[in-house]
T-cell receptor, first 108, second 113 residues
Framework: TQLLEQSPQFLSIQEGENLTVYCNSS?????LQWYRQEPGEGPVLLVT?????EVKKLKRLTFQFGDARKDSSLHITAAQPGDTGLYLC????????FGTGTSLTVIP | EAQVTQNPRYLITVTGKKLTVTCSQN?????MSWYRQDPGLGLRQIYY???????DKGDVPEGYKVSRKEKRNFPLILESPSPNQTSLYFC????????????FGPGTRLTVL
């Protein structure tokens, strides 16, 4: 088992606030993906990062891959209720390993 | 519409009664996979398949079987279900290249009494 630790596990914030969630591993990622899962549905891919130090932006979401490719962060600016969901990071490869997830609630 | 379908969506059964959860994709994807999702444990991979007639164990394969006789179908078989297999199950598919997007089905909620 390749452990991916995500923090925080739960996060409840007011609409308009900023937040950051983290994904850490003891070993190097070849590439990492972030997914969002809404209640009653399967996860949906947000982004794939491959290169150490890489930063990708998706509207109000900013994804960063650590220089050593062992960690990643997801920053959301001015959170909205539509951002509510479970955010999962995943190590890709023949086998996929998912983190335990960060459950985000944005309160209107 | 490109999609992954799973059936049934909900299932309540009893210990020891064999069951099959079907998974089908219409995207001609080589890679297919089964996961279970449990509170506090995240998504854990049960089995995966990189192409027809090729299957491999994931992180938690005990108590499960799979087959890949056709590219589009990847059924999950529980020969003798037990209560610890009560979970939310997801099937997923992707083009075969590490780092490619996985497309997930809607999930099957299984309860084993």
């Amino acid at each position: 088992t390749q452990l991916l630790e995500q923090s925080p596990q739960f996060l409840s914030i007011q609409e308009g606030e900023n937040l950051t969630v983290y994904c850490n591993s003891s070993s190097v990622f070849s590439s990492l993906q972030w997914y969002r899962q809404e209640p009653g549905e399967g996860p949906v891919l947000l982004v794939t990062v491959v290169t150490g130090g890489e930063v990708k932006k998706l509207k109000r979401l900013t994804f960063q891959f650590g220089d050593a490719r062992k960690d990643s962060s997801l920053h959301i600016t001015a959170a909205q209720p539509g951002d509510t969901g479970l955010y999962l990071c995943a190590r890709t490869g023949n086998q996929f390993y998912f983190g335990t997830g960060t459950s985000l609630t944005v309160i209107p | 519409e490109a999609q992954v379908t799973q059936n049934p969506r909900y299932l309540i059964t009893v210990t020891g009664k064999k069951l099959t959860v079907t998974c089908s994709q219409n995207m001609n994807h080589e890679y297919m996979s089964w996961y279970r999702q449990d509170p506090g444990l995240g998504l854990r991979q049960i089995y995966y398949s990189m192409n027809v007639e090729v299957t491999d164990k994931g992180d938690v394969p005990e108590g499960y079987k799979v087959s890949r006789k056709e590219k589009r179908n990847f059924p999950l078989i529980l020969e003798s279900p037990s209560p610890n297999q009560t979970s939310l199950y997801f099937c997923a598919s992707s083009r075969w290249l590490a780092g490619n997007e996985q497309f997930f089905g809607p999930g099957t909620r299984l309860t084993v009494l």
